[in-house]
């Protein structure tokens, strides 16, 4: 019978028999398991009896051709990852801090903060800590939560949604993202945006007046694919304006070739604000005087509840929080 004290599984759970179980559940054979660890298989399956022994629980079920593991299973190999997680960030930092660096941090953003929020960030840190490494990675919020539960990422810059579990991770709320419509420079729309109103002017586009949707409906967008978050809610404004969604659509995600299409046509593109931003600074696209009633969720900082943060993750999360609050006004909790 297992004793419920902490101690006594402290004192008497070999690391071998950590790596043992999450080698049963990656490779579900007790024999490739063994060559893994660089073992032979009776002294595999004498270890694993050892441990369900201790703990007084069958931990994989014997099937013909393999293993698999039990509810008692999946929950220690959970921990087993975490502990073992744990002891390679831990030689990690050991051996960085022998090596006079901090260590490394991956960083992943989402579009918008990839483009505004990070990149100060990153020149903060490494002005302050050059011998710090950095690697970065901008994806959907889903690729980057994907990373960060693989342990390829220690901090996402993104957003959580209900598929997401929230209990093992840790969300620092920074701002929601506003969205507008962009056009390339020298646009018809624009023109006619800031002329006076004349007899036959396309849409009746009043001078010093923000367009309405009525005058881009018709229009060719460049839109989010089907099934994106940004596309549902870019229908739903038409919808809500007693308008049908536009028809005549491009869908792509790709910022590179939507900023090309633009430059060669007068389609119209839906983009968050931040990117659009970035783009015009650039001279790359205009943003139209368009209302949109059109808004993403707000994205924060997520970071593993179940892993603690290397002394680099915690350098660059308390530079994003200094300098999201530069941009946005806010502050994330210390």
């Known amino acids: 019978m297992l004793d419920s004290s902490p101690w006594y599984v402290r004192t008497r759970l070999k690391t071998r028999q950590l790596l043992l179980v999450v080698a049963l559940a990656e490779e579900g054979n007790i024999h490739r398991a063994a060559a893994a660890l660089n073992m032979t298989q009776p002294a ?6 050892e441990l369900e022994e201790m703990l007084g629980a069958v931990l994989f079920e014997r099937l013909p051709r393999g293993m698999r593991p039990t509810l008692y299973g999946d929950a220690l190999i959970r921990h087993a990852r975490a502990v073992l997680g744990s ?18 941090v991956a960083v992943g953003a ?6 505004r929020v990070l990149p100060a960030a990153v020149a903060a840190v490494k002005r302050a800590h050059a011998n710090m490494r950095v690697s970065v990675e901008i994806d959907a919020s889903n690729a980057l939560l994907e990373h960060l539960a693989q342990e390829k990422l220690d901090v996402v810059l993104g957003r959580l949604s209900a598929e997401h579990d929230k209990l093992q991770l840790r969300y ?5 993202e506003p969205v507008c419509a962009v056009v390339r420079p020298g646009h018809p729309l624009l023109e006619a945006a800031s ?3 004349r007899e036959g002017t396309p849409d009746e586009v009043r001078a010093g007046a923000p367009l309405a949707l009525a005058d881009v409906a018709r229009a060719t967008w460049v839109v989010p694919p089907v099934g994106s978050v940004l596309r549902h809610r870019f229908e739903l404004m038409f919808q809500r304006a007693s308008l049908a969604p536009p028809s005549n659509v491009v869908e792509t995600p790709a910022l590179l070739f939507i900023t090309r299409v633009l430059e060669q046509s007068d389609m119209i593109a839906v983009l968050t604000e931040d990117v659009a931003r970035y ?7 205009a943003v139209l005087p368009l209302q949109m009633d059109c808004q ?3 994205f924060g900082i997520i970071t593993r509840a179940d892993r603690l943060l290397s ?3 915690q350098i660059m999360i308390d530079v994003l929080r200094e300098v999201s609050g530069e941009i946005y006004g806010v502050r994330g909790s210390a």
């Open 296 to 298: 993403m969720d707000d």
């Open 44 to 49: 595999a399956s004498k270890l694993l009896r």
């Open 110 to 115: 989402i579009t918008s903060p990839g483009v």
């Open 311 to 313: 002394p680099a993750a």
């Open 279 to 285: 783009y015009a600074v650039h001279g790359m696209v």
């Open 195 to 197: 002329s006076p109103l």
């Open 87 to 104: 002891l390679d960030q831990a030689q990690e930092e050991l051996s960085a801090l022998k090596a006079g660096r901090l260590g490394h």
């Open 172 to 176: 620092e709320p920074l701002t929601g």
